[in-house]
């Protein structure tokens, strides 16, 4: 168990170009989840899969953003479109049975 | 709704002096109620728990927090800061299932800067 991963740890894009982040949870770890942290602020929640069900999206999940989990394992997100405004720290994290919930290094996204 | 309140945005201590980092919380419910610490251009590392159990909570490095329900704070101590706390400081609560069990979807403050001087 090496904990929450994720990657890249950094991505810089152009405004109007895609890019997908990659999580992989703690393998035992049903529940994954999606932050989203911008400078001087607390995380927000962005979304939550139990298993491959995506079961809750926060309304600051716009139509450009999509996320995935394809088979219980890692999770992929993906930003179609990017905006300055999306620039951020994306993290995701697993829940432990003890109720713990567990976060990765966090994926930050310059969009210039 | 949930909702967190850590109040002061920065909190600045010399080295050996207590740490007091104060967070309240509403929760329509019996809540959990965590604290988070991050590292620059890191993610969050837990510092502890409180998940219905004892009121008063011990975390990692030293730190420790006391449920009080009657204030709904949360708040959190250290009784001698040292120079590795400096970071910044999340308190964060949690939905409970009816069963009690952990929703895990947290809802955080706006966080905490710690600064330890020499």
């Known amino acids: 168990d090496t904990g929450v991963s994720q990657n890249p740890r950094h991505k810089i894009t152009k405004r109007g170009q895609n890019v997908t982040f990659r999580c992989d949870p703690i393998?035992?770890?049903?529940?994954l989840y999606w932050y989203r942290q911008t400078l001087g602020q607390g995380p927000e929640f962005l979304t939550y899969?139990?298993?491959?069900?995506?079961?809750?999206k926060s309304r600051l999940l716009s139509d450009r953003f999509s996320a995935e989990r394809p088979k219980g394992s890692f999770s992929t997100l993906e930003i179609q479109r990017t905006e300055q405004g999306d620039s951020a720290m994306y993290l995701c994290?697993?829940?432990?049975?003890?109720?713990?919930?567990?976060f990765g290094p966090g994926t930050r996204l310059t969009v210039l | 709704a949930q909702s967190v309140t850590q109040l002061g945005s920065h909190v600045s201590v010399s080295e050996g002096a207590l740490v007091l980092l104060r967070c309240n919380y509403s929760?329509?419910?019996?809540?959990?109620l965590f604290w988070y610490v991050q590292y620059p251009n890191q993610g969050l590392q837990l510092l502890l728990k409180y998940t219905s159990a004892a009121t008063l909570v011990k975390g990692i490095n030293g730190f420790e927090a006391e449920f009080k329900k009657s204030e709904t704070s949360f708040h959190l101590t250290k009784p001698s800061a040292h120079m590795s706390d400096a970071a910044e400081y999340f308190c964060a609560v949690s939905d409970l299932y009816a069963g009690g069990t952990s929703y895990g979807k947290l809802t955080f403050g706006q966080g905490t800067i710690l600064t330890v001087h020499p």
């Open positions: 899969f139990q298993n491959e069900a995506q079961l809750e």
């Open positions: 929760s329509s419910v019996p809540p959990y």
């Open positions: 393998s035992e770890h049903n529940r």
């Open positions: 994290a697993s829940l432990h049975k003890s109720g713990e919930v567990l």
